[in-house]
């Protein structure tokens, strides 16, 4: 056969075309055979992966929330802005949650309830009064009962996004309105229920429909072929590309019901670009366009989503209100026709207002600073994906009102301490932490003078020495010791130590000044670096060293006597956690960001609960914070006292290292602990002390938080007495006459060459007058 | 003679004043040209802080709660109660959710309050009795010991406080 063939052709050229309708058959064979296999392929891809069809959740991430109580620190106007960052709408009647009424220092709202990780939260309709910077009023709409306690739905501060960047809020099938249903098919595809994933009738009414308009009015896609083009497909509008679409769309309703595609189509669509943030589905369009659960949305609102798929950038409400309307009426006219809705219920809804919440457009740079530290506490329990993917809810600690303050201070504080510098382009940089004094709460964090900036997080990353913020360990391993007290009298003379390694040490006091005897509480106020050497070596730098890792710093320090005066680099968070622990009197709570974590559905995975472990004595942490409270009274810190004049009580301390490279400043008053450090990030000088720089930058950020002045109790165990003004060594150079009180433990009472207290027989007091005069 | 005997009296009167008028309340001194206020800036004792730790009042006795392990239990200190007040709400929370065995939404429920009025002995005790409920000695101990840092002079928190202590130290040694 192969032969005579061979010889067929080699006699017969002119034979040749007979070969090609057998090649074409063969052609056409392998070609069917193709396409059936595509078609099985299409078949069983769908198949596979629409049965397993699960959204990519972002992980959300949430503020503390607001509580309202009476007492309650907050401010009329700051509570509008919270609720208006919720998406609460203001009207003149408040009828529905997500709705509120400001009138002056009252505020009539109904929240809208939340499930948080300890439970539900219910919506309630309440009255809130104001009385300058505290609630005063507290009231049940129903009934007009006192409410004690109202928490409101927390601000989402952040996602952790899929690689899409989209956001959606699944929602069951039986939590799907009617109307919107109805809605999406009169407008999209009013033969959704009839055809077979492609409707011929549909295309060629919209081809006529289009022809007429001269440009596009309709599109013959059905809900089917949208949602495999928005699952499955990109975007290129090729021929192979339609076919294939169809093709998917028939293998869908061929394996799946309609209820199932419509669902999932209402899931998916595209309705919006909020930043970076893709707004996917209904569900999450009624939050972000409405501030209300899809289910709350009245038929104008229902109307004015299902006209959004078409256009979704076109017809935003928020950006294009008159279009948007325009295309909801569209849709109603549609319902209309179609029999979904009366004509009355088409009147009332087409003559509805349009009302969308104000929501700030853009979300802006959100909390870059903050979120590092809620990823870096995440990682130890969860992976990237689960974060990326899963829907976590992640409630966190920060106060985004605080948040904003310290935001909307820093940068103009920042540059109101500045030195000019010749030639020098880069700006002096900044970080500020402030925590809950008594739980270790973060509450807020800069990482730079500049608000959203997502360079070097300062807060968490430089790594700089401490200076003079060490000393309260020093003075603390002190007093701990019992060996000293507040009137101990420590040398404040010039010191030349050689160190193991052969150098010579020899510290100075800053202003390069000595002032001989001086007391324990002095020296801490003033910040003398000499007394505190002395102090240091007689306390031994070991125990200093075992001092800050008790309170919390967690590095291993060396025990070189330079420590004593602050060679020891810790970060601002570091610093905080420090301070915490004193601000604290002695219990160390570890500074935390996240305080639970959630599944979508609000069942709690891991709940980070606070902690506390008592790592110094009361009594002696009680002494030091009165040497703190000193440094503003009589201190390093004294020029801040006029401003914060209704603060004071405060406790604190400045820190500057060599050649001012560094400014700190941290201190506590009742409720906060705040940390500023001023530097440059290449470690050049700054210029300015911690008093000059961090300390007028943390004065104005408390006194925009409203820091409460510090009222510590006393342990039992504290007795107050009178010691001489002047410190002397011996008790014949003692003077009485000027004295001060102060708290000492009973176990450790001031030297008799200095007290004040009882001392010896009236004569001798009388000889006290004469040695006055 | 008489000129210096009077003399020596009014010095007597005199010094007796300057040194130390009572506990807590020192005579103004000058130093320095400059009036330094002696009373030290940290109050005291008793300390008036925003939520006052009140003596007991009568309020309706809580029945003492027995808490696992069956065996041991801890003498409930009452907190004067006051139902529209928000520390008293969530405390009421507390016991519900004690009862229901929800041990950790009991100890969130405290933090909440703590958040509220952080210096409330009573509310720092609660959160002891559940950590120790839980048996996380560690937690319970501490919270316990800043109950007693915020007691102040009220013997039935010092009291209870003490003893429930102690049943954290054995509970920990049996460990």
Not at chain 1, 255 to 278: C, P, T
Not at chain 1, 360 to 387: C, H
Request: charged residues 20%; aromatic residues 8%.
């Amino acid at each position: 056969m192969t032969n005579s063939n061979r010889k067929t052709s080699a006699r017969k050229p002119s034979k040749q075309p007979r070969w090609w309708p057998k090649y074409l058959l063969r052609f056409m064979l392998l070609g069917t055979v193709a396409v059936a296999l595509w078609c099985v392929w299409i078949d069983y891809e769908i198949r596979r992966d629409f049965s397993a069809l699960q959204w990519a959740l972002p992980a959300r991430i949430y503020a503390r929330p607001v509580e309202l109580y009476v007492g309650a620190h907050q401010n009329a106007a700051d509570f509008n802005d919270y609720l208006r960052r919720l998406g609460y709408i203001q009207t003149a009647r408040v009828t529905e949650p997500g709705q509120f009424n400001p009138a002056g220092s009252r505020v009539v709202l109904q929240t809208r309830g939340f499930a948080f990780w300890d439970g539900t939260e219910p919506s309630i309709a309440v009255e809130v009064g104001f009385d300058g910077q505290r609630v005063s009023l507290l009231r049940a709409i129903q009934g007009g009962a006192d409410v004690p306690l109202v928490r409101l739905e927390p601000v989402e501060i952040a996602q952790i996004n899929p690689g899409t960047g989209e956001d959606r809020l699944p929602i069951g099938k039986d939590e799907i309105p009617e109307a919107l249903v109805n809605a999406v098919i009169a407008v999209e595809d009013q033969r959704f229920y009839t055809h077979y994933g492609v409707d011929p009738i549909g295309i060629a009414r919209a081809f006529v429909a289009n022809i007429r308009a001269g440009e596009i009015v309709q599109g013959g896609s059905t809900l089917t072929q949208q949602l495999v083009k928005n699952l499955y497909l990109n975007r290129e509008q090729t021929l192979r590309r339609k076919i294939e679409e169809a093709l998917m769309a028939l293998a869908l309703e061929i394996h799946f019901s309609k209820e199932d595609i419509l669902y999932a189509y209402l899931n998916e669509v595209f309705l919006g670009q909020d930043g970076s943030r893709a707004v996917h589905g209904f569900a999450l369009a009624a939050q972000h366009y409405f501030g209300r659960p899809l289910q709350q949305l009245d038929l104008d609102e229902l109307a004015l989503l299902a006209g959004l798929p078409r256009g979704p950038s076109l017809y935003n409400p928020q950006r294009n209100p008159e279009r948007a309307t325009e295309r909801r009426n569209v849709v109603l006219a549609r319902m209309a026709a179609q029999g979904y809705i009366t004509a009355e219920e088409f009147e009332e809804a087409r003559g509805a207002a349009l009302q969308v919440s104000a929501r700030p457009t853009s979300r802006g740079g959100g909390y870059p600073v903050f979120m590092d530290m809620v990823r870096s506490d995440l990682a130890r329990d969860y992976d990237a994906d689960a974060l990326r993917n899963e829907g976590l809810r992640i409630f966190t600690t920060l106060d985004v009102s605080m948040q904003a303050a310290v935001e909307a201070t820093l940068d103009k504080s920042v540059a109101a301490v500045e030195r000019p510098t010749k030639g020098e382009p880069a700006p002096l940089e900044a970080a500020v932490v402030i925590t809950d004094a008594t739980t270790g709460d973060v509450r807020a964090l800069a990482g730079s003078r500049q608000s959203g900036y997502t360079g070097f997080n300062r807060a968490l990353l430089a790594d700089r020495p401490i200076g003079s913020l060490v000393k309260p360990a020093v003075y603390l391993a002190a007093l701990e010791s019992g060996n000293f007290n507040l009137a101990s009298v420590l040398a404040d003379d010039p010191i030349s130590m050689k160190l193991d390694n052969g150098d010579l040490w020899e510290p100075k006091n800053y202003e390069n000044t000595t002032s001989g005897d001086v007391y324990f509480h002095d020296a801490m106020e003033r910040s003398l670096n000499l007394a505190t050497v002395d102090l240091g070596m007689k306390v031994g730098v070991d125990r200093v060293a075992y001092m800050l890792s008790r309170l919390g710093h967690t590095d291993n320090i060396e025990p070189y006597p330079s420590i004593l005066l602050g060679a020891v680099n810790m970060t601002p968070v570091e610093v905080a956690q420090i301070y915490q622990t004193l601000a604290s009197g002695g219990f160390r709570s570890p500074l935390r960001a996240v305080e639970a974590v959630t599944t979508g559905e609000g069942q709690p995975l891991e709940r980070y609960g606070m902690e506390t472990d008592q790592v110094a004595d009361p009594a002696s942490v009680f002494l030091l914070e009165y040497a703190m409270q000193g440094v503003f009274e009589r201190g390093t810190a004294k020029t801040a006292a006029p401003r914060l004049d209704n603060q004071l009580p405060l406790a604190g301390k400045t820190g500057t290292t060599n050649d001012s490279r560094d400014s700190w400043f941290a201190g506590y008053g009742d409720d906060l602990v705040g940390v500023v450090w001023l530097g440059h990030d290449d470690n050049r000088e700054t210029g300015l002390t911690g008093a000059t720089g961090a300390l007028r930058v943390w004065t104005d950020i408390m006194l925009e938080l409203d820091i409460q002045q510090r009222q510590s109790l006393p342990p039992a165990d504290i007795e107050w007495q009178s010691v001489a003004l002047r410190p002397v060594r011996v008790a014949e150079a003692r003077n009485c006459l000027e004295t001060r009180s102060l708290p000492f433990r009973a176990g450790s009472l001031p030297d008799p060459a200095v007290s004040c207290e009882n001392n010896g027989s009236l004569m001798e007091r009388v000889f006290d007058r004469f040695r006055g005069w | 003679m008489m000129k210096s005997v009077w003399l020596i009296l009014i010095l007597g009167l005199l010094t007796a004043c300057t040194g130390n008028m009572g506990r807590g309340i020192p005579a103004p001194v000058e130093s320095r040209g400059q009036v330094i206020r002696t009373p030290p800036s940290v109050p005291v004792q008793p300390p008036v802080v925003g939520r006052v730790i009140e003596p007991i009042v009568e309020s309706p006795a809580r029945p003492v709660e027995v808490m696992p392990p069956a065996t041991q239990s801890t003498p409930e200190p009452i907190r004067p109660s006051n139902p529209t007040s928000p520390v008293s709400a969530l405390m009421a929370s507390v016991d519900t959710a004690v009862a229901a065995g929800q041990l950790e939404q009991a100890a969130a429920l405290c933090e909440r309050a703590l958040r509220i009025s952080p210096r409330d002995g009573y509310v720092w005790f609660r959160l002891a009795s559940v950590r120790f409920q839980q048996q996380r000695y560690a937690d319970a101990d501490g919270f316990a010991r800043r109950a007693l840092s915020f007691a102040g002079s009220d013997r039935g928190l010092v009291q209870a406080t003490d003893s429930l202590l102690a049943q954290i130290a054995v509970a920990q040694r049996s460990r």
